[in-house]
């Protein structure tokens, strides 16, 4: 970290446990920027291990997580949201005190009440969400730009250090990302909106489509340039993150689900009865959100 | 038409009865390429007209439908599907014989119940769909590059003079298009899936989000990056397009979003009760759908 131009590392050392897409780039982008002195991380998995080692995503990558977070005062769990409870179990008695530990699930609620019980004293936990990916998954998905313009909600809870919240906070900005500030539930019922339920659509129609076609579904993918195909670079993402996510937030899942299924048996119901009124009307309206959007710089 | 690089005009005259999105596509590719020798529009808008001989798209645009196809030797119609029918009825006397009339609609069976009855004798009558598109409609919308590498699918009717087939085929392979022969029927249900389905999901899952997030849609506009951003995109398709088609392709789409509706519930009932194998299973499978599709090279 020589290079002159660069400000001062945010962080000592950083611990990633779990170097998927989301970890090796977090890694990449402190590296790339010296936002950190030295960067390990941990993982369960043997050759994801060896893969990271291969690529050299991190200055090393193990597969004992108390080791990793020795002497580390910046620690990010990125495993699928299920495992970080366990996580947070396993790497607590290691933890050096002061230090921050953070994730970057998906779902908020239940991690933090998978999480909390083993953190210990003199350990500041902020939970992130950085709202970034690909469907590509795996230590050799990862790139540095992967955070630049995105959103990172932080949904610190009551008590928390200040200071640790604020430093958290501008790792994030330096990765990129713009810092956003959420409590655990509305946060679990924003993503439920507008990236839950878009994922377990998207799975469910090419799953049906994919059933329908049968014999005939290379005819049929053939002809995917239609909106399928957003819908199968949806369904791409990683099976154990989102599977995860489903059981994690059942409860706002579940109730958007039920609004949906409403909505669209009342559509089905106007197909049915040829009221073109109805369908129009709607066709209109979404048309109106995609404006605003536009207008708010998200499309 | 004097650029001696340029093949020969496929045709003399080109009418299109109706001018947007992909009329004015068709207008702007067989002018840049010298397809055809002339190209002249009507539309039932005054406004539309205008708009495109301002921009001219087009040698002329008028409101007139039946003295556009005057001496044209080959009529696209390129309006709602709901309209073929009667522009068809519109044109019919006025059409030179021997000529081609087309469409562009993405429902086949019942633009040709609606068409077919009206069409001349001696007028060779080739329905076609060519899978291309964007949010944008109107005049204004359309570029010369929309239909490259994209498919066209004829769908011609038996008995149908072959000369007139290959000719609209040798149009469409001009505009840049891949030509694939179908029947009426197979057409509706493979674009029911890969197309009509996913549009109607999205119209439905945008609608419920902004019913759902009330007061506070604009907080929840702004963490659209998820999977929901490309659903916005798709539901800002053109209304009274989309409207059309799930009126006429109803039995196709009942049937298709019947099997939609089984499965999702399925998932539903999978996320309740906590069958985390059953959702890894599913999600396990749609990727390798995906990979399928990019092995095809359509992603």
Known sequence: MSDTAKPAPLFDKLALIGIGLIGSSIALRARRDGLVRSVVAATRSQKTADTANRIGVVDHCGTDLAAAVKDADLVI??????ACGEAMKTIAPAMKPGAIVSEVGSVKQAVIRDMRP?????????PAHPIAGTEHSGPE???????????????????TDQGAVDRLAAFWTACGSMVEFMAPDWHDMVLGIVSHLPHLIAYTIV???????????????????GGFRDFTRIAASDPTMWRDVFLNNREAVLEILGRFQEDLFSLQRAIRWG????????????RDIRRALIDMKQA
């Open 77 to 82: 769990i990125c495993t699928p949201v299920g």
């Open 141 to 159: 998905a990862g790139f540095p730009t992967l955070f630049d313009g995105r959103w990172c909600i932080l949904t610190p809870l009551e008590g």
């Open 275 to 286: 009221e073109g009124d109805k369908l129009f009307e709607l066709f209109t309206r979404t």
């Open 207 to 225: 799953g049906t489509a994919d059933d329908m076609a049968g014999e005939r579904r290379s005819e049929v993918i053939k002809f995917a340039a």
């Open 118 to 126: 083993h953190v210990p004293a003199g350990v500041h936990f902020v």
